[in-house]
């Protein structure tokens, strides 16, 4: 995946060669182009202002911020509503990034960021579903940044979402199906999102 936007990182594809300098790359281009596409569409859709939230960025195994008195879980990403921060581990984006590709990162970081936006609309709007309704903005935000140039999808960035999404679902006990569903939920939820927009993830 390669990110157009801002004008300081026009230029700048996406890393092919794994690692660590390579997944921090992804991680910052990232948050630019997800941050970036809500600071374009979220107040025209929910007709309120838009504050991003704080990126604590990365941390390693169990060293990472805590949430409400809760220590971060190693090998987790997350986001924490009482103080409005996104933080994952690196060795969860690392392993990702070499496993599947930059893509893993996006989606990683569009989906913490969904759980931000529902922190930021109103309750009626937040799905019972939570995980997959992030996933579905995920999509909404990833598919949205493409079309307003923030980001451009290279070969095999389809497949490697869609790979991302099912590794996410049957690898890691924190995403287990209960809460987060199933690979093809998610799969499914991540689709909506990309194809019909925000409001169509959007409780009613």
């Known amino acids: 995946m390669?990110?157009?936007s801002p004008a300081a990182d026009r230029a700048r594809l996406?890393?092919?060669a794994p690692g660590a300098a390579a997944t921090t790359a992804a991680e910052r281009t990232a948050v630019a182009a997800v941050?970036?596409?809500?600071?374009?569409?979220?107040?025209q859709l929910f007709g309120r202002p838009y504050q991003s939230p704080r990126v604590a960025g990365g941390y390693r195994g169990?060293?990472?911020p805590i949430c409400a008195g809760q220590p971060a879980l190693?090998?987790?990403?997350?986001?924490c509503p009482s103080q409005d921060f996104l933080a994952w581990d690196e060795n969860l984006m690392d392993a990702g990034y070499q496993r599947v590709g930059d893509s893993w990162v996006y989606l990683v970081v569009a989906h913490e960021w969904g759980?931000?936006?529902?922190?930021?609309?109103n309750r009626y709007q937040v799905s019972l579903a939570t995980e997959l309704q992030a996933d579905c903005l995920a999509g909404a935000t990833l598919a949205g940044a493409q079309r307003d140039g923030l980001i451009r999808l290279q070969p095999g960035d389809n497949?490697?979402?869609a790979a991302t999404?099912?590794?996410?679902?049957?690898t890691y006990p924190w995403t287990n199906h209960g809460s987060h569903g199933d690979a093809q939920q998610r799969v499914a939820s991540y689709n909506l999102g990309a194809g019909q927009g925000v409001l169509a993830c959007i409780a009613r």
Not at 35 to 43: A, E, L
Not at 74 to 79: G, Q
């Open 2 to 4: 390669a990110t157009l």
């Open 14 to 16: 996406s890393v092919d």
């Open 35 to 43: 941050d970036g596409f809500w600071r374009r569409n979220f107040t």
């Open 62 to 64: 169990s060293n990472g």
């Open 74 to 79: 190693a090998f987790n990403a997350f986001y």
């Open 115 to 121: 759980h931000a936006i529902q922190s930021r609309i």
């Open 159 to 161: 497949e490697e979402l």
């Open 165 to 170: 999404l099912t590794v996410l679902a049957d």
